[in-house]
């Protein structure tokens, strides 16, 4: 039991310090692009590749990580080279430097968070009094409180200090998953690509994929764009912290309670649900006409990211063979979160180039409805399978 416990005081701090790291680079990344003097279409062809370096890598990790080197070693990997290659954009200034810099970064940065996620699956295989609902709200806690600290400090030391705090908390991590003696194991069984292709064929597998890209078109589209939100509505650097700051927060009452709700409801309900709520989100989004009104609808990401998160990977380890979890977990975040960010970030840069903001927010709520019809599809063809 003593076991358990401090095994789970080390997930905790792992999760909390690592998506630190993770809110050191994303929500000023837009900032960061502006002050390079970068036009909006061209951050949305940066955000775009960022997204395709994710549908790339993330497969390729996943195999790597299930066939040859094991989830644990590939984590340690990405993770030191990341904290090198972070230091890159301390030096670019020019487009052309900001795209290399982003694409070897990303090929690096892409896995980490979906195969630590996996890694704290097998972990919680192994010890049953672990909830991953529990110890991924950790990751939110970091997130807002490193969101809402850098958010005053850049404002003081200037956007390159996100960078170097990055750095520092990156080394951190890794520090503390050298701690956790749990290596995992690589399948016995081996992967082909019979079994790649009868995943890609699985059509439950499908229609989640689809329905997840819809929403993370929105998704994507609001981490990077919501800055600009944030400005048009009279907001400041300093605000957006106080943004993500809430945005994070708010995740955790349903991430502490999402093991026990989605046990009541079930996997596929739970998922509609949120999805709905996002719809309702963008839409409010669409209309705000002050930051604070912008602050007040983020207190819905309570409902709409916890219960997509917990949903997702529930569903997609449900439906996996156990060869296959890690690579079906990174094909879905690469299919759903990459090809849908891929088409959001450089869809919502285009079109902030002939429109607004608010007509952007409008889109991203059109994009949740098709996610939540292709949802409700897939929960009546999982019904049928289930009768059959």
Known sequence: MMGIKLLKIKLNILYFILY???????????????????????????YAVNSLISIIALPIWGVISDKYSGKRKVIFITMILC??????????????????????????QSPILSITDAYCYEIIEKNKGLQFGKIRLMGSLGYAIAALLLGILIKKLGIEFSFISYSILMLCTILILKTIKFKGKRTRIPIDFYDISKLIRD???VLIVISAMF???????????ISILIQKTGGDVSKLGIVWFVIAMSELPFLFLGNKIMKKTGVLNLYIIGILFFVIRFFLSSQCTSYNAVILVQFMQSITFPLYLLTTIEYININSTSNLKTSALTAFTALAGGLGGLLGNIGGGFILQIKDIFFLYKVLGISCIISLIVALILKKYDKDVKSL
């Open 83 to 108: 904290s090198i290659l972070i230091l890159l954009f301390l030096f670019t200034k020019s487009f052309e430097a900001i795209l290399f810099s982003l694409i070897i970064f990303m090929t690096f």
């Open 203 to 205: 059509k439950k597998f």
């Open 20 to 46: 630190s790291t993770v809110a050191c680079f994303y929500p000023f990344l837009t900032m960061y692009f502006q002050m390079r003097g970068i036009p909006y279409y061209k951050i949305g062809i940066l």
């Open 215 to 225: 929403a993370s078109i929105s998704m994507g589209a609001n981490g990077n764009y």
